[in-house]
């Protein structure tokens, strides 16, 4: 498995390509600058299969009809993919196209890719919809697991009592040397952030 990350749009979301040896990719929040994502995709002859957005916010959003491939997300975010009130499309990052999702997940969908198998946990708190992807030894946490800290809780559809639950029986219950890549900052580990929860 190979993981690329790219920084992308004014709120410095991460994106990740993650593809098998054969060239089978996805691509993990396309939060902005579809041109950037597009050039990394032909630079490495991927064959792009689907998007999974691990949750409906903007900036990890705002890409996906740009880059024209199926989206995936949560059932409990789904809606809010046209919804400009709830992904805040009305008050950051100017101009959206939003489009319907192919494929609503749910807890414990597996989803394979070629050589890839990748695990749905459903982590609500930072949206009622948020999850994690867990491939072999790494997570992709979105915004609900940090390096140094947990996504916010503050916004409309928020819930620390859950985020908190979500990371207790979902993510720290991982091994320690599980890598985590979340949707800001750098990368971290299971045992790092247990040590510092």
Excluded: W
Excluded at 54 to 81: M, N, Q, R
Excluded at 183 to 189: D, R, V
């Amino acid at each position: 498995m190979k993981i690329e990350r790219l920084v992308v749009g004014s709120l410095q979301a991460n994106c990740y390509i993650v593809s098998s040896d054969k060239k089978d990719a996805f691509i993990i929040d396309p939060g902005d600058e579809a041109d950037k994502i597009k050039k990394l995709i032909d630079n490495n002859k991927l064959k792009i299969h689907f998007i999974i957005n691990t949750h409906s916010h903007i900036d990890h959003i705002k890409a996906d009809c740009a880059l024209g491939f199926p989206v995936y997300i949560h059932e409990l975010d789904a809606a809010a993919l046209e919804n400009p009130r709830r992904n805040f499309s009305t008050y950051l990052l100017g101009d959206f196209e939003a489009c319907k999702p192919a494929k609503v997940l749910r807890d414990g969908d597996k989803i394979k890719l070629g050589e890839l198998e990748m695990e749905i946990l459903h982590t609500p708190g930072h949206s009622p919809g948020g999850i994690c992807i867990k491939i072999d030894g790494v997570v992709f946490t979105g915004d609900t697991l940090f390096r140094d800290g947990i996504g916010r809780t503050d916004l409309p559809d928020g819930s620390n009592k859950a985020i908190m639950s979500s990371i207790e029986e979902k993510l720290l219950c991982l091994n320690d040397n599980v890598k985590i890549y979340p949707g800001h900052g750098e990368p971290s580990t299971i045992g790092r952030e247990r040590a510092n929860f």
